[in-house]
């Protein structure tokens, strides 16, 4: 049977489509953020202008935190990635602490900033305390926003709102060096883990810092063999336990380095603990914290934890 000319034609067709299709998939986030970026700067805009009372005073600033995540969705990080969705929202909910930080030290009237200006508009012009309530409130609406763009089905996007706030106000400390760990080791393997951040890390050890948990390495995924095999699944459990942590992180806030990380770290890495656990058959997690963990860690994930 001869093949004909446009029975020829036919796959060099499809994979222009699909070519076509990749190239309009990759357009579309950043069209689809600057237009939401663009529409809530007008918004701005028009309160700045015309609008007065508890519009002008409030209303601006629930918006301002959501703009400026659109904006850098837009320019910088269209692709759905662990720091576009779990990181950015809070590093723009922060910048609106930031702003009014300049705006107590009168920085925008010090520039001559106009409040129409681009600048202006974002940076606002008077100091108000309850204004962090309202960067608080564009948070959630950045939140909602990634729960209805997946429809719902996807827990990895803002499952748990409130744990992640209280992880980068009340647990700021741990928190905020976990973040600093993460961008150490951005190029690393991430992934969202129950609510936080988890990343396999080039490390045999594990480490639990507010949002962010740290797994050892593992094998490359094309080793299948019954070793690696152990290892992930060993690393799973270990997950488990490192997730625990980061509830007691949630309890006990500024305290955690004190009563969990100081304790833990000696345990860990102590030549003495280690001889002693050696020499008398005692498991890691006999440690008050470490089995604190293992037991929150199943608990909430309904998974095993790491006992050894």
């Known amino acids: 049977m001869v093949e004909t000319p446009q029975e020829r034609e036919f796959p060099r067709i499809v994979r222009v489509k699909e070519n076509m299709e990749k190239e309009r998939r990759k357009l579309h986030p950043r069209f689809k953020y600057a237009v939401l970026f663009l529409a809530l700067f007008m918004v701005e805009v028009l309160i700045a202008l015309f609008a007065r009372g508890a519009v002008r005073a409030y209303l601006g600033d629930v918006i301002v935190i959501p703009a400026l995540y659109f904006f850098l969705r837009a320019v910088f990080f269209p692709k759905d990635k662990i ?6 929202p809070f590093l723009c909910y922060f910048a609106g602490w930031f ?7 009168s920085v925008p009237k010090a520039l001559g900033l106009s409040a129409s200006s681009f600048p202006g508009v974002l940076l606002g012009g008077t100091y108000d305390h309850k204004d ?16 209805l763009e997946t429809h719902w089905k996807d827990d990895r996007r803002w499952f748990y709102p409130i744990a992640v706030f209280l992880h980068w106000t009340w647990g700021y400390i741990q928190t905020s060096v976990g973040f600093f760990v993460y961008l150490w080791f951005f190029k690393c393997k991430h992934t969202y883990y129950h609510g936080v951040v988890r990343t396999v890390w080039p490390k045999t050890s594990a480490v639990s810092l507010g949002m962010f948990i740290f797994t050892p390495r593992e094998p490359s995924e094309d080793d299948q063999s019954d070793r690696a095999k152990r290892i992930r699944a060993y690393n799973e459990r270990v997950a488990v336990h490192e997730y625990g ?31 002693f656990r050696k020499e008398k058959n005692v498991p890691y997690s006999k440690l008050y914290c470490e089995k604190w963990a293992s037991k929150w860690g199943e608990k909430v994930s309904k998974e095993e934890a790491d006992w050894t």
């Open 132 to 147: 962090g309530l309202c960067y608080f409130l564009g948070l959630l609406l950045i939140g909602l926003f990634l729960a």
């Open 83 to 88: 720091f576009s969705i779990y990181v950015l």
């Open 245 to 275: 942590h980061t509830f007691q992180s949630l309890l006990l806030g500024p305290l955690y380095f004190l009563v969990i990380g100081i304790p833990s770290i000696f345990w860990a890495s102590s030549k003495k603990c280690q001889k």
């Open 99 to 105: 702003a009014e930080v300049l705006q107590a030290l």
